[in-house]
């Protein structure tokens, strides 16, 4: 069974820590993504990588970071946390499309407050 | 990337047949159509993939007209387990989920 594992399902951290959201995937999957869902607003992609040690930033990567150091991980890093960043943040990796489908696998989701 | 357009909401009613409509006027020659369901407090998952005509699984069923210019989701016999957010997205850049649809089924 195909696995997208985030570290922690509840976080609550306090203003101005340094946070760090890990993502791991068992599928051999070449492309990963990071996104934050809040009320309303749908889910917004914040940086996502089509390797390791490659990362490009989505639509709102303002004061966030990320790491791929190993094709499996991806790691999402707030550097100073702040309370709007209080959100929902999901992880999804992807195959490359060789042939037939490519589906996106996602996470069970990190609810972090940040107070 | 193409862009999509699809209804904000659509409401129905248990044993009816939901249809929902994507536009995608830029749709690249080499894109697949990919629409992912998402329940409240969970990630989005997979329904059903299509490049043109028709894809149908156990799920869901893909209707591609010949321009790709659209795309419609058609869900047999809806029930309130079907009640959630329904996205549609084009090709294999980075994946962009607007709004959605939030389909509401209603006894």
């Known amino acids: 069974d195909v696995k997208v594992t985030q570290s922690s399902r509840y976080l609550v951290k306090r203003t101005g820590e340094k946070v760090f959201l890990e993502c791991v995937q068992d599928m051999d999957h070449e492309n990963m993504f990071w996104y934050r869902q809040d009320p309303g607003l749908g889910l917004r992609l914040i940086y996502f990588s089509y390797d390791v040690k490659m990362k490009e930033k989505g639509d709102i990567p303002e004061g966030y970071s990320v790491s791929r150091e190993k094709k499996e991980r991806f790691s999402l890093i707030l550097e100073s946390a702040s309370t709007n960043q209080t959100s929902m943040y999901l992880c999804a990796s992807r195959p490359e499309r060789t042939f037939g489908r490519t589906e996106a696998f996602f996470g069970q989701g990190t609810r972090l407050t940040v107070v | 990337l193409a862009k999509t357009t699809q209804p904000i909401s659509m409401d129905s009613y248990e044993g009816q047949e939901v249809n929902i409509t994507c536009s995608h006027n830029?749709?690249?020659?080499?894109?697949?159509i990919t629409w992912y369901q998402q329940f409240p407090s969970q990630g989005p998952r997979f329904i059903i993939q299509g490049y043109k005509t028709k894809v149908t699984n156990e799920v869901a069923s893909l209707f591609i007209p010949a321009d790709r210019k659209s795309s419609t989701l058609s869900l047999p016999r809806v029930s309130l387990s079907d009640t959630a957010v329904y996205y549609c997205l084009v090709g294999d850049g980075p994946m962009r989920f607007g709004a959605g649809t939030r389909l509401t089924v209603k006894p």
């Open positions: 830029n749709i690249a020659t080499n894109d697949y």
